[in-house]
């Protein structure tokens, strides 16, 4: 059982420039969630959805797009990379509905903007 | 606006010693609390979630405990060791929806 997966583990852009950063799940979780993780502060909500085609924004969802096309899916776009966008972001997915089920999370993709 | 706070945010012990880590939260209605572990370089794993309706909760050497009244929840973690070095972080959601609210977390460096 991979749990999730996320792609590529580092990666470095220019500024301007776009990528995807790619996250899977094999859990069948309906909840799924990008984070961003900048030193000396907790972790930001992204952008998050609760199933197949369904997406909403967080906290810091600027210059960040997400679409949810399957269940195991849940690749976030970085549309024109800026150096504050320089961090590492963790994909997270759980089961919905249950308040006793915890959040599973991939290694995380660390991400720089020069 | 809910906010998490740790203190402090490094901690370092010796080895065998017991240990409490601290989370402080402003808004006390809280669904639930969870607790992470993060190693260098790596995801967080989850060490032990607290439904609001709960005190306490305990897995291995870890007892985690939450007083909602208090804004308070506090990892204890017995006879630590060496391998217990990472950091630690607390979350919590305030509804169904279950948007985690992070705290920045507390180092944790056991020294042999």
């Known amino acids: 059982n991979a749990g999730v997966t996320q792609t590529p583990k580092f990666q470095v852009l220019k500024t301007g420039q776009s990528m995807t950063l790619q996250c899977a799940q094999d859990m069948n979780h309906e909840y799924m969630s990008w984070y961003r993780q900048d030193p000396g502060m907790g972790l930001r909500l992204i952008h998050y959805s609760v199933g197949a085609g369904i997406t909403d924004q967080g906290e810091v969802p600027n210059g960040y797009n997400v679409s949810r096309s399957t269940t195991e899916d849940f690749p976030l776009r970085l549309l024109s990379a800026a150096p504050s966008q320089t961090s590492v972001y963790f994909c997270a997915s759980r089961k919905q509905g249950l308040s006793n089920q915890p959040q599973h999370f991939g290694d995380g993709t660390r991400l720089s903007i020069l | 606006k809910q906010e998490v706070t740790q203190i402090p945010a490094a901690l370092s012990v010796p080895e065998g010693e017991n240990l409490v880590l601290n989370c402080s939260f402003t808004?006390?209605?809280?669904?639930?609390l969870q607790w992470f572990r993060q190693d260098p370089g790596k995801g967080l794993t989850s060490l032990l979630l607290i439904q609001s309706s709960q005190r306490e909760q305990t897995s291995g050497r870890l007892n985690a405990s939450l007083d909602k009244s208090s804004g308070r929840s506090t990892l204890y973690i017995a006879a630590s060791q060496p391998g217990d070095s990472a950091t630690y972080l607390c979350?919590?959601?305030?509804?169904?929806?279950?948007?985690?609210?992070w705290g920045a977390g507390t180092k944790l460096i056991i020294k042999p």
């Open positions: 979350a919590v959601s305030m509804d169904s929806n279950y948007q985690l609210i």
């Open positions: 808004d006390s209605a809280i669904y639930n």
